[in-house]
């Protein structure tokens, strides 16, 4: 860091540029330089000005960590993903590939040969705004919630199995957005035409991950479920039920609260939690004296439901007064 004193000529002002950063920015006489003013005030300036974002490429090694790898380059936003291999790729590798692809959106094999195997990613980022892709995020988690009510009063197995398939879909949707988000952060001038700050960025990350973790704890409640729906005692059915109601309700706020940063409703978010941990402390005694199997599922899910309270309130707490 260093300071650089404004200097005037002809009634215009000027700045020189550091000699080192223009040399290795290749930066000569007649260049030409992205200025993007910030909200806060300061200038960004991006050398070898271009119109559009161009293309980035990322080569990875088939190995055991092919997923990792993949999904990592894809976060960064690398819009073509090689794989190679050593050796002669299997049918069975290739598969691999092809599986791993499908958790990503947009992310489509396009090329492949005997040694490797061509990913390009066709999605424009300027089309997916990140408050759409939240919105979208959240309501897949929030019909999760919804619908395991439903299992438990209808005892429905099928749409039981249905719940926990829909997560997989939920992990699309926030891969997808952390890739938005990363490409964001990384391209200012995109930043500036979607007028989404860094600032923006890191909130909408940490709330995409708070959504994905409570779908996450939706389907470890529908598991612990599933194969005893059938025995499940009437009233036990219907207080987890009831108690499941009430943490989509501090989820509910909470979300609706971020989003339109609405700090009352991230307030009724958390007294709704209190309320919920309160109810739920209370269970727990009726919990206890349940025959053991029915106190197994039975404690697990009241956890699950902290969680998801828990989960919500960080959210809420993401919404600052202005």
């Known amino acids: 860091m260093e300071i650089r004193k404004v200097q005037e000529s002809a009634g215009s ?38 119109p559009e974002r161009q293309p980035e490429t990322a080569v990875v090694r088939f190995s055991p960590h092919l997923e990792t790898e993949i999904t990592s380059k894809y976060w960064l936003g690398c819009d073509l993903i090689i794989v190679e291999s050593q050796g002669r790729l299997t049918l069975e590798d290739i598969e691999h590939v092809k599986a791993v692809t499908r958790r990503l959106v947009g992310l489509e094999v396009v090329e492949q040969s005997a040694r490797t195997v061509h990913l390009q990613c066709l999605l424009e980022p300027s089309a997916f705004p990140p408050e759409k892709i939240l919105r979208r995020e959240y309501l897949l988690s929030a019909s999760m919630e919804r619908d395991l009510g439903t299992v438990l009063v209808e005892r429905d197995k099928h749409l039981a199995e249905t719940v926990i398939e829909r997560d997989e879909e939920v992990d699309r949707l926030y891969f997808l957005l952390v890739r938005i988000l990363r490409t964001l952060i990384q391209h200012p001038a995109l930043s500036e035409q979607l007028r989404f700050s860094a600032i923006n960025c890191l909130d909408y990350r940490l709330v995409a991950g708070f959504v994905e973790s409570i779908a996450d704890q939706v389907v470890a409640a529908t598991r612990h479920l599933l194969p005893k729906l059938d025995s499940i005692p009437e009233a036990l059915a219907k207080e987890l039920n009831d108690l499941l109601a009430a943490a989509f309700k501090v989820n509910e706020d909470a979300v609706y609260a971020f989003l339109s940063n609405d700090f009352r409703q991230a307030s009724s978010a958390r007294e709704r939690r209190k309320e919920l941990l309160g109810r739920l402390k209370d269970a727990e005694p009726r919990v206890v004296k349940l025959p053991f199997e029915d106190y197994l599922y039975a404690s697990a899910v009241l956890s699950t439901l902290a969680r998801i309270a828990d989960y919500s309130v960080d959210i809420a707490d993401m919404v600052i007064p202005t």
């Open 13 to 50: 002002l000027y700045l020189s540029l550091p000699k080192g950063w223009a040399r290795r920015s290749q930066i000569a006489k007649g260049a030409r330089i992205l200025v993007i003013e910030r909200a806060d005030g300061s200038l960004i300036l991006s050398p070898g000005y271009r």
